[in-house]
């Protein structure tokens, strides 16, 4: 299992970035997938998941409205599009899937929202 995330950087407050994962090694369209994100001296949190057809996500209060977590199952990848980027969005993000007991990572991308 292999998951590369990719499409982070430096951004101002309220600027947009989109996030993508490419996933390999397991058969991408029969799972959910999901973006959790640690910013430092923090806990990883879970940011947003999606069903494995994407026809159901869930996101955390703290970024409902904001962002939005979608795939193309043709692809084998995930997105996060992240608008209304705030410093508090601070963090290393993460994919992440689980096959059966097991959870993959994902090595993360940095985001840095600042001006």
């Known amino acids: 299992v292999q998951l590369v995330e990719s499409g982070g950087g430096l951004v101002q407050p309220g600027g947009s970035l989109t996030l993508s994962c490419a996933a390999s090694g397991f058969s991408f369209s029969g799972y959910a997938m999901s973006w959790y994100r640690q910013a430092p001296g923090k806990e990883r949190e879970l940011v947003a998941a999606?069903?494995?057809?994407?026809?159901?996500?869930n996101y955390a209060d703290s970024v409902k409205g904001r962002f939005t977590i979608s795939r193309d199952n043709a692809k084998s990848t995930v997105y996060l599009q992240m608008n209304s980027l705030k410093p508090e969005d601070t963090a290393g993000y993460y994919c992440?899937?689980?096959?059966?007991?097991?959870?993959?990572w994902g090595q993360g991308t940095q985001v840095t929202v600042s001006s």
């Open positions: 992440n899937v689980r096959l059966g007991w097991i959870r993959y």
């Open positions: 999606v069903t494995s057809a994407g026809g159901s996500t």
